[in-house]
């Protein structure tokens, strides 16, 4: 009876893995399942691909395709479903051997279109282990320099999280000028200057039930507008 039982459970971890395999890429059908106008992000390739589906007239797309968003107005941004981490190999290190390693520069900043809105649901989903090693860069984060920027319900944290870039560098982002923040968390390393466990800096930012216990290091900013 229990090997039947594990035989079972093998068999549904295997139909999820092929479901999200289906569900995500560039040869999905869909791109808005369940008509909420916000692009599913199913893996980290497609968190990738947000920098290149963000267009000046504030409509969201990914790989290029936006299929079974509104015809009106189409989608106006993305959301997590599932948790998404950048030890893509599971060894519990991040190098050569992990997707977006790039050299051990890490991640590369999302940087977003000047003035176009864009919304980010986590669905309560973590982003794990993100790794950032740019220090002669500035606007260093998950985002770059971000205008705009609406985030909801994510946690960006692991215990190999380490973010480190020059002016303005944060987890979250490394500059947000206007945008919401809504039960938001970050926690690891980051240093930089004017670096924060969030931002780096933010300006006309509404910030709601979001913290860092972030191990900050660097010339921490002191004029916060939010």
Not at 90 to 109: H, I, Q, S, V
Request: some cysteine.
């Amino acid at each position: 009876r229990n090997l039947i039982m594990y035989k079972k459970l093998l068999l549904s971890t295997a139909m999820s893995l092929l479901s999200l395999t289906v569900l995500a890429g560039e040869n999905r059908k869909s791109f808005d399942i369940n008509k909420n106008s916000l692009i599913e992000i199913y893996d980290l390739k497609d968190l990738n691909a947000i920098r290149d589906g963000i267009s000046e007239y504030g409509e969201a797309s990914l790989y290029g395709l936006s299929q079974l968003c509104p015809a009106t107005n189409g989608c106006i941004g993305y959301e997590l479903m599932n948790d998404l981490d950048f030890d893509t190999n599971g060894d519990g290190k991040l190098d050569t051997k992990d997707a977006y390693w790039n050299d051990g520069l890490g991640w590369l900043p999302i940087k977003m279109v000047n003035g176009v809105e864009l919304k980010l649901n986590g669905n309560g989903h973590l982003i794990k282990n993100l790794m950032i090693n740019r220090p002669n860069a500035d606007a260093v984060g998950l985002f770059g320099q971000a205008q705009n920027l609406t985030i909801h319900a994510l946690g960006v944290t692991g215990p190999l999280l380490s973010v480190r870039g020059g002016m303005h560098t944060g987890i979250i982002a490394g500059n947000l000028i206007s945008g919401s923040i809504d039960r938001v968390f970050t926690s690891g390393r980051v240093e930089g200057e004017r670096v924060g466990g969030l931002f780096g800096s933010v300006n006309q930012v509404n910030i709601r039930a979001s913290f860092s216990t972030a191990n900050v290091s660097g010339l921490i900013a002191q004029d916060v507008k939010s």
